[in-house]
């Protein structure tokens, strides 16, 4: 199992993005606001106001989108998917992505199986 991390520059993209990787089988990617820490310098440290030009999104905010995928081909369709979307953008850059092995994965609350009279119920 992998974690595919993806931060993308452009939030225009999102819907087309989701949308495609469920055609792939790639379901429960979570999202969450981020910012680039430049353009966070940039815009709370006068010093460091002429940084704003140099991150690689020039909007303060991001997307990042985490999914686990078990299936190599589905991580390597999901990577094809996101690469291509964001080359059709007119954006000099659409975003990084991350793939990251996990050693371990599971559901949190879920239960585990018990044989009868064994424990406590």
């Not at 989701?18 to 089988?25: C, Q, R």
């Not at 815009?43 to 995928?69: E, N």
């Not at 975003?95 to 371990?104: A, E, Q, T």
Request: include cysteine.
């Amino acid at each position: 199992m992998q974690l595919l991390i993806v931060i993308i520059d452009n939030e225009d993209i999102l819907g087309e993005l989701l949308t495609g990787w469920l055609d792939i089988g790639v379901t429960g990617a979570t999202l969450l606001d981020s910012t680039d820490s430049l353009q966070l310098l940039s815009h709370h440290v006068p010093l460091f106001a002429g940084f704003r030009g140099l991150s690689a999104g020039h909007g303060q905010h991001s997307k990042t989108l985490l999914s686990a995928i078990e299936s190599p081909a589905a991580l390597e369709q999901a990577v094809a998917f996101l690469q291509t979307l964001c080359a059709r953008e007119e954006s000099a850059s659409g975003g990084i992505y991350m793939v990251v092995p996990l050693s371990d994965c599971g559901r949190l609350g879920d239960r585990p199986h018990r044989q009868a009279g064994t424990g406590p119920a």
